[in-house]
């Protein structure tokens, strides 16, 4: 199998199981903005993986009790070639990055996590409900657009809100319409008052 073909089947089935998203260590502060893209194409970057790293003992630092790094991909082919192809060049003029590493880290004594470890009593809570809100098709980045219908659902950029739309928010924002209208169900109602989609 030539390494082509194969890395072509790992992007086409790496789509179908990415389906988790990640736990951002700083529910708050998010990377936004072009960070979020793919500098090739422009397109949100999708979640692949996540780990907590947290230093040895001897570089721990206060500011570094927690550490978890996140890797995000674009899921174009295409993109991750040119990528690759730029890799090589020893002073490319533009460093595009298909892939990107993002770290967060937090001191012990921080608005988020407990310094305790938990007890696993089913009492354990986060210490700050608050987060940023979340695109509603990826889960991952901060949604700063919202549906201009339902006002409920954010999304993180135009491709995230059309996908949404295409497969399921359609219907769900049509539901949420009806829901909200003002019922009139008296008795002289007849189902030709229902509202039509």
Known sequence: MNGRFFAISFLAKLEELIEVYGAWLNPINLPSGKSCLCDICGQPLQFL?????????????ESTYHRTLFVFMCTSMSCLLQDHH???KRHPEKASRSIKVFRCQLPCHNQFYSSEP???DGNDKPLV?????LCSWCGTWKGDKVCSN????RYCSKKHQANHWSS???IQCRTIDLMLQPSNSGPNNSSEDIPKG
Do not use: G, I, M, V
Request: proline content about 10%; charged content about 25%.
């Open 168 to 170: 399921t928010h359609k």
């Open 129 to 133: 409900a608050a987060a940023a809100p």
């Open 118 to 120: 938990p007890k696993n």
């Open 49 to 61: 993986l996540q780990f907590y790293a947290p230093l040895s003992e001897d570089k721990l630092s």
């Open 150 to 153: 339902c006002k409920r659902a």
């Open 86 to 88: 730029e890799q090589w």
